[in-house]
T-cell receptor, first 112, second 114 residues
Framework: DAKTTQPTSMDCAEGRAANLPCNHS???????VYWYRQIHSQGPQYIIH???NNETNEMASLIITEDRKSSTLILPHATLRDTAVYYC?????????????FGIGTKLQVIP | NAGVTQTPKFQVLKTGQSMTLQCAQD?????MYWYRQDPGMGLRLIYY???????DKGEVPNGYNVSRLNKREFSLRLESAAPSQTSVYFC?????????????FGDGTRLSIL
């Protein structure tokens, strides 16, 4: 399984862009990079995913390096409600099911 | 658009009691999952169901049983609760076998075993 490495915590000023890095140097060619977040006492919330190309949706942008060994989740205008733990995971199929391994993630604190 | 609904949200049990956690999804997904999350740890897979009529063990299945009642519902049962099963339990669903389809999670059941 490809493992991911994220900083334990980060701060971001409200209204500024939050850039959350993730290393996944052992990712294989058919594995997707996914980002989830977990706001205190809620279930993990899907944010975005990608394979090779950069992706954007209404929540965030995902930048994947050309060698696919790292990625960055960008929240363009962070708000206080974006304070959460953000998980970068590599999603693979294992014996027919999606083997999702959540690590410790990055605790993002958005500061007023 | 409820997504994944879990009941109950909170529960306190005594050691040895039994209980069933309920999960239902309205996204017509084939696959459903049960995870537990303990403080300072990531989610660990307990059981999963690839499709209606099938269930399989995940990483930490001991002490649990599951039932895939129909395509919508997937329940988790603790036959004889133990304090080590105190945790937050999450149910999730997704399309089967496609790594480009995300899992969607419920808001969890917080279970305390005394």
């Amino acid at each position: 399984d490809a493992k991911t490495t994220q900083p334990t915590s980060m701060d971001c000023a409200e209204g500024r862009a939050a850039n959350l890095p993730c290393n996944h140097s052992t990712i294989s060619g058919n594995e997707y990079v996914y980002w989830y977040r977990q706001i205190h006492s809620q279930g993990p919330q899907y944010i975005i995913h990608g394979l090779k190309n950069n992706e954007t949706n209404e929540m965030a942008s995902l930048i994947i390096t050309e060698d696919r060994k790292s990625s960055t989740l960008i929240l363009p205008h962070a708000t206080l409600r974006d304070t959460a733990v953000y998980y970068c995971i590599v999603l693979m199929n294992s014996g027919g099911y999606q083997k999702v391994t959540f690590g410790i993630g990055t605790k993002l604190q958005v500061i007023p | 658009n409820a997504g994944v609904t879990q009941t109950p949200k909170f529960q306190v049990l005594k050691t040895g009691q039994s209980m069933t956690l309920q999960c239902a999804q309205d996204m017509n997904h084939n696959s459903m999952y049960w995870y537990r999350q303990d403080p300072g740890m990531g989610l660990r897979l307990i059981y999963y169901s690839a499709s209606e009529g099938t269930t399989d063990k995940g990483e930490v299945p001991n002490g649990y049983n599951v039932s895939r009642l129909n395509k919508r519902e997937f329940s988790l049962r603790l036959e004889s609760a133990a304090p080590s099963q105190t945790s937050v339990y999450f149910c999730a669903s997704s399309e089967w076998g496609y790594s480009n389809q995300p899992q969607h999670f419920g808001d969890g059941t917080r279970l305390s075993i005394l």
